[in-house]
């Protein structure tokens, strides 16, 4: 199951059906889960911990130290879950000590071929991202976010749960949950309805989305305001979890 080529540290714990191809190289404080596939010439540094079924393809480089110059070699971590595809050329590096120490990646993402995930970032589960993604450090994604290519995030932002941005984004600012964006600077384009069709959601909480999101965008309130209408106006999981979105953001959300 191990190449011959391949350089896997002793004190790499690796379940007993790994396979990992020739010319990779798997460091010390690396745990990798059961059913998983790591291709040629990928190199894993630790402390990394993989889940099970990770596919790993040709030329990622996984759980390496961040590009932040304030690292000073301090033992942080990256942490993934279960089922995640990591193509070709990806780079996910791991946390630093001026934040939480770890960067956490949830279970059943695509990182498309030569995605970059900064340090300390945290991504939910199901999120999609296309070829050439880069994330800068303390970027959080919620669960089944899709970035088209060439998309670029600002380091510290927020981009909410079943949100999208087009092909080469330049995010800046926090993007509420939902809500479909695109363009440099990218700017609000309504709601992600296809993805929340395809995802099964019902009529009746598209309708009060649409609804919220023009409380936001389209009413000329105040934050403060339409938010208070939306809570006032509606009683769903769903429009409440677009207004706690906008809510906790720090930087402001894209317009």
């Known amino acids: 199951m191990i190449h011959s080529t ?3 540290d002793p004190k790499a714990r690796l379940a007993d059906d790994v396979e990992v191809g020739p010319f ?12 998983s596939r790591i291709g040629p010439h990928v190199v894993i540094k630790g402390p990394t911990v993989l889940g099970a079924r990770t596919r790993i393809f040709q030329f990622a480089s996984v759980g390496e130290d961040c590009q932040d110059k304030k690292y000073a070699g301090e033992p942080t971590r990256l942490v993934m879950g279960d089922d995640n595809v990591i193509r070709e050329g990806v780079t996910l590096h791991r946390g630093t000590a001026q934040d939480r120490g770890e960067t956490v990646i949830g279970s059943r993402n695509l990182f498309m071929a030569y995605v970059h995930v900064g340090h300390d970032c945290l991504i939910g589960s199901d999120c999609i991202l296309a070829n050439q993604v880069t994330l800068a450090g303390h970027v959080t994604l919620g669960d089944f976010v899709i970035l088209g290519g060439l998309s670029a995030i600002h380091q510290f932002c927020h981009f909410g749960e079943h949100a999208m941005a087009g092909g080469g984004s330049i995010i800046t600012k ?12 990218a700017r609000a384009h309504g709601l992600n309805l296809v993805g929340l069709k395809r995802r099964g959601f019902s009529k009746d909480a598209i309708k009060a989305l ?13 934050v403060e305001q339409a938010l208070g209408e939306i ?6 999981a769903e429009t409440e979890a677009f207004a706690a979105s906008i809510e906790v953001s720090s930087r402001g959300i894209t317009r």
């Open 210 to 222: 649409g609804e919220s999101y023009k409380l936001v965008y389209r009413q000329g309130l105040t």
């Open 6 to 8: 391949a350089i896997v």
């Open 24 to 35: 990779t190289v798997i460091g010390p404080d690396v745990e990798i889960g059961p059913g």
């Open 174 to 185: 926090d993007t509420p949950a939902y809500v479909l964006i695109n363009g440099n600077p």
């Open 231 to 236: 809570r006032t106006r509606f009683d769903l």
